[in-house]
């Protein structure tokens, strides 16, 4: 009988565990394989070269650009898009009069927010390069209509401002996922405790801190996560939105970019190859970072 | 190697997966990716007579991939038919694509390459890493064919200047570029002479037409600021007259120092010259190549710099009337090397032939037909394109952009040159286009644009793994 069971598992498992294998596994060891060779792309052979596509990274100016610029994605990006997006899901739960309901029309304002999430990259990275058009885009256009002309800026051409208008857009397209996420996990939360919080006379930052918060940590964590891999990617927006792409002079350069170039425009396949290593491991660095980082007791509700 | 989480199973699935990770991917390794190596090429090869000067086979079928971009694949397929009429038995199969190093690169590792291709546009297969790894077939056999409608000439002698050291790589000629692209710049003559200006002959000139333009209320320059490189174009052409065919040599084949010569310091500040005067139009540097040509075409700004390319990639945004124009790059110095006529040229739209293709010697025809007078008339006719076949645009009624690139190249004669470096050398390439953007916007000095160029260069000469081309 036993027997069986296990042969029963064992065919189970198989057919997904070979598609994983053929279709997940193999190719990560075939990159890890290549990031050792000088593979072209296109040649027959591979010449064994060591770790010397990882000692070129270090001298790699464009590469370094890069990094620098996806660790400040990394910082930047999940911590603003988590507070937007906290505070609009507070909003829409407790910003009305009594301070127990959501402010009027928050099923319309969850819809309206949700609506960059269902726009590809592509689309989202067209529509905001016109925004950020220095002679007749939405955003110049609005300050000078304004009178603030004089903060009009040519967003993507100007080094120091290139980074903060992809972030930007990054930001502006994942918020409204992340309002819907806190906003099901506030759903979660019991009146009882935000009734008791009125009742002691907890303020509305008093509330969000000490009951809110703690109880849509785990969700937090999760976005955390989410938000760092995309934060380490951002080659979609990079590539079809800034000046080069990659640009003014790598200020807007991502790993995924440099990774592109190199394999498909270089020919340089296994530096290529190492770029993505480094990226994974800096991926599943973060992932292991933001889900083990802060063990606290979990909080029992009910 | 890839790391197996553990659970709290504990071995079980940890065995499981490592035996998978050990039965699929070993052999994978070192299968997949990197396979091919020397296996025979099949290339069939008929009896070679004067009818048939480079042995085709009959029936052997034919596959032809192009790239389907701005001139569609109708042309290819005009030269199909002529072939099927030739050889009725032979099976063509055609596919006109987009993105064709994606599609085509599994296809090269595997050595089950078609037997020609259109190797053209965004996402085109790296030709130097092609010829690096012996992947395409010598055209010197076909150069040397009769050609397709004059058997009194050999198909070397029906081309444009400079379009066989465009496909020869290491000493082989190994692509046939069908287009012929001439870099200038380009302003709508009716705006000119409703102003009274005349085109500037020299540097000097342009700079007082430019302040001229300015005080009209109009842009004297725009770029396409997103992709710096449209602007080197300008740039190199002035360095390259005044340096004359050693400095082209110097550059291409990465000799110290070339970078900082005085004729490309003094390019880079003549371009330094027009952003500093404030004679490109704000907001250039941001704008994509349709938005800055856009702009153009409206009448906002007097000049842009382009390659021939301009007139049919405008031609649903141009309003009528407006005649555009190319004039050739006005000289930098009195003492130049070059006249001031001679223009920046290159030919593209690559055709080649794998060397692993099965039918290479009906590839080899195919490109006979393809590069015929008649052929390549019927091309400039439907595309407003020069063709790289010469007198191809004999007889027929031009628009005024392409007479004017006609009249460029008749001019220039034998003074059409390029660069070799941005094809060689594409890091190269990236890190003149990101110092071009940093000078047009002055935050560099022409000196640091040379320097930060140079210590690029030298990075490519040094590195071992780069495989170098000399002229």
């Known amino acids: 009988m036993r027997h069986g069971k296990l042969r029963f598992v064992a065919g189970a498992l198989a057919p997904a565990l070979v598609l994983h294998a053929l279709f997940v596994l193999s190719p990560y060891a075939q990159a890890f394989y290549l990031s050792l060779t000088d593979w072209t792309g296109v040649a027959g052979g591979a010449h064994f070269v060591g770790l010397g596509n990882y000692a070129r990274l270090g001298e790699d100016a464009l590469f370094l650009d890069a990094l620098r610029n996806n660790a400040v994605m990394l910082i930047v990006v999940p911590t603003v898009t988590i507070a937007i997006g906290l505070f609009l899901a507070s909003v829409l739960h407790l910003g009305g009069r009594r301070g127990l309901d959501g402010v009027r029309g928050t099923a319309f304002y969850k819809v309206v927010y949700f609506f960059p999430q269902l726009l590809s990259l592509a689309i989202v990275a067209v529509l905001w390069q016109f925004v950020y058009n220095p002679t007749n885009g939405l955003l110049n256009g609005s300050l000078r209509g304004i009178g603030l002309g004089g903060l009009a800026h040519s967003w993507l051409a100007e080094p120091h401002l290139a980074l903060a208008a992809v972030m930007a857009v990054i930001v502006w397209s994942s918020v409204g996922f992340y309002m819907v996420l806190f906003s099901a996990a506030m759903d979660a939360i019991p009146r009882e405790l935000y009734e008791a919080a009125l009742i002691d006379g907890a303020g509305a930052w008093a509330t969000f801190r000490k009951v809110t918060l703690p109880l849509v940590r785990d969700n937090v964590r999760v976005a955390f996560v989410y938000l760092g891999i995309a934060a380490l990617d951002g080659f979609a927006i990079v590539q079809i939105m800034t000046v080069g792409p990659g640009g003014p002079d790598g200020a807007t350069e991502v790993i995924g970019l440099s990774l592109y170039r190199n394999a498909f425009t270089y020919g340089k396949f296994g530096y290529a190859s190492a770029m993505g290593v480094t990226l994974f491991f800096l991926t599943l660095a973060v992932a292991l970072l933001a889900l083990r980082g802060r063990r606290t007791e979990r909080l029992e509700i009910a | ?471």
């Open chain 2, 1 to 471: 190697m890839v790391q197996i989480p553990t659970t709290k199973y504990g071995t079980p699935r940890r065995a499981v997966l490592g035996a998978a990770l050990a039965g699929v991917a070993a052999p994978a390794l070192v299968g997949c990716v990197t396979s091919g190596g020397d296996s025979g090429n099949g290339t069939a090869t008929g009896a070679k007579t004067a009818e048939n000067p480079l042995g085709v086979v009959p029936d052997a079928p034919l596959e032809v991939v192009v790239f389907k971009g701005g001139y569609g694949d109708d042309y290819a397929k005009n030269a199909e038919a002529q072939y099927a009429q030739k050889y009725p038995k032979a099976k063509i199969d055609h596919k006109g694509i987009q993105r064709v190093g994606e599609a085509l690169q599994p296809r090269f590792v595997a050595d089950t390459p078609p037997d020609v291709v259109d190797n053209s546009g965004a996402g085109r297969l790296d030709l130097p890493t092609l010829a690096a790894a012996s992947k395409l077939s010598d055209l010197t056999e076909l150069l040397d064919a009769p050609a397709w409608d004059n058997s009194a000439a050999k198909v070397r002698d029906t081309l444009l200047p400079g379009v066989i050291e465009d496909g020869t790589l290491a000493g082989k000629v190994v692509t046939l570029n069908l287009t012929y692209t001439v870099w200038g710049l380009w302003y709508s003559r009716p705006l000119f002479d409703k102003h009274g200006w005349a085109y500037p002959k020299n540097w000097t000139e342009m700079l007082a037409l430019c302040d001229q333009i300015k005080r009209a209320g109009i842009a004297p320059w725009t770029y396409q600021g997103k992709y710096p490189e449209y602007l080197n174009d300008p740039l190199l052409t002035m360095a390259a007259k005044t340096g004359g065919t050693d400095l082209l040599k110097a550059v291409d084949n990465l000799e110290p120092n070339a970078w900082k010569s005085d004729a490309l310091i003094g390019a880079a500040s003549a371009i330094a010259e027009l952003a500093g005067k404030g004679y490109i139009m704000p907001g250039s540097e941001a704008l994509s190549h349709t938005e800055s040509q856009a702009a153009w075409c409206q009448g906002k700004a007097a000049f842009i710099p382009c390659g021939s390319w301009l007139e049919s990639e405008q031609k649903g945004v141009v309003p009528a009337g407006f005649d555009m124009v190319m004039g050739t790059v006005p000289a930098l110095t009195a003492g130049d090397k070059m006249a001031g006529t001679a223009v920046q040229a290159a030919s593209s739209e690559s055709y080649l032939v794998p060397a692993k293709a099965k039918n290479s010697a009906g590839g080899l025809e195919y490109l006979r037909i393809l590069f015929s007078k008649a052929s390549a008339k019927a091309f400039a006719e439907a595309n407003a394109t020069l063709p790289a076949i010469a007198g191809a645009t004999d007889g027929l009624t031009l628009t005024s952009g392409l007479s004017s690139v006609r009249d460029a190249v008749a001019g220039a004669g034998k003074e059409a040159f390029s660069f070799r470096f941005r094809s060689w050398y594409a890091p190269l390439a990236k890190a003149v286009d990101d110092a071009t953007g940093e000078l047009a916007n002055k935050r560099i000095t022409p000196q640091a644009w040379a320097e930060r160029i140079q210590k690029a260069a030298d990075a490519v000469a040094k590195d071992s793994s780069v495989t170098k081309y000399q002229r």
